[in-house]
């Protein structure tokens, strides 16, 4: 068992204990009376110096372990320091590359932005060329069609024709907000006259009941209502067939004016059945033509008032001048 008095440590064998060193109430003439006890003087005063010795030695390996531990520390912070500074130099650089980047993608994103545009205001144009020449096209078709003498005036060259119209309304109605050369427009109007021409003397035909007549008169209307000749038909019809048809009685011939209307209503409504009849018969009687009917006729009725308005008043006016004279 060793002695209490003794360092317990295996590298030092001194003859006290180096805890009293730590004691906050050590005293060192009690320290020293009780190692008297253990040992000599001259034994204490070695061990004391090696005691002194080795705290020496431990103080220097302390400084020396601090100094290391400084010197790496300061070697940590310097390379911290300086990956710090690259980072810092790599992050402004990145930072600047992608500054970079993002101005030339910028760039790019405006060349391809302008270069859409521009694809997207070709496509238009193209599609508006595109519907031009389709435009010239359908009518071209339209007019070798009409020039042509085969089969004209069947019912399947008439059904041929619509369509054919139909292609060259419908490429008008594409181009409306486009320019079209005057030549195209010129050739469509001179085609359309032609047209109504055809289809106003068919039209007459089908109407006076003349023998030429093919009861095709639905589709006459149709087609002169989807070639802007509606008017003109009207007032064909109006001024060469009612007028001849209806008997005109004279208001000097001592008829009252009552009896002039009721005469003409009743010859219209007369005509008027003749007309329904006949496109009954035919198969034609639709809702586009007894509009047309009703409107060439309410179209004469409307002229025959104002005419002979203007005759009675006319007659009346001879009439007081010769009572006047009397």
Known sequence: MPDPGCDDSPQLQLCFNRAHFQRSDFNVERFVNLTRKRATLDQLQNDLRIYLRYLQNSM???INDDYADFVNLSSGLAALRESVDKVSSDVQSNWSS???????????????????????????????????????????????FVDRIDDKGSFCWYSKLALLISAVELWLA??????????????KDECYKKISEILLGALENEMFGHSKASGNLSIFITLIRITHSTEMAICRIVNGLVEKKIVRLNVEQGKRLDDLLENALNQTLELRKGWAES??????????????IDTCLLNFIGSF??????????????????????
């Open 305 to 326: 008032l104002e005419e002979d308005f203007v005759r009675v008043y006319n007659f009346l006016k001879q009439q007081i001048g010769y009572v006047l004279q009397d």
């Open 98 to 144: 992608f500054a970079t980047s993002i101005a030339e993608i910028k760039n790019c994103s405006d060349a391809i932005e302008q270069n859409l545009a521009d694809l997207i205001r070709c496509q238009k144009l193209q599609i508006s060329q595109g519907d031009k020449l389709a435009l010239f096209q359908s009518i071209q078709i339209l007019c070798e």
């Open 60 to 62: 220097i390996e302390l």
């Open 174 to 187: 594409r181009t409306q907000n486009v320019e079209v050369l005057p030549p195209i427009l010129k050739s």
């Open 279 to 292: 496109a009954k018969r035919n198969r034609q009687f639709t809702l586009e033509v007894v509009i047309f």
